[in-house]
């Protein structure tokens, strides 16, 4: 009887044992659970805010190939400016000189 008391004592303990095992197995689940579910929330902001910034980065380079493209139209323009513009003083001169004589 005495070793079926110390047999039933270490069932109990042996399941008390378990039970906590099993308790502190499914709280690890969750934590991992939660765990994982954070590093998936944070990938999702991280690709989006990504795209963000490389839509911003696309749009600035797209202004940046069209103020390039102002910028080199304007100097086509300026440089037509000034080749009139020193014809017209050569012809000045010219009509000056003529005028002159």
């Not at 490389?54 to 080749?83: D, F, I, M, P, W």
């Not at 000045?92 to 002159?100: K, Q, T």
């Amino acid at each position: 009887r005495d070793l079926r008391d110390q047999c039933n004592a270490l069932q109990v303990t042996l399941e008390t044992s378990l039970r906590m095992a099993d308790e502190k197995l499914n709280q690890e689940i969750r934590q991992r659970a939660e765990l994982q579910m954070q590093v998936h929330t944070n990938a999702v902001i991280g690709e989006k805010e990504s795209a963000s910034a490389g839509s911003s980065v696309e749009q600035l380079n797209r202004q940046v190939e069209l103020l390039t493209q102002k910028h080199e139209e304007q100097e086509e323009v300026v440089r037509s400016l000034v080749a009139s513009l020193t014809e017209a003083r050569e012809a000045r001169e010219a009509a000056e000189r003529v005028g002159n004589e």
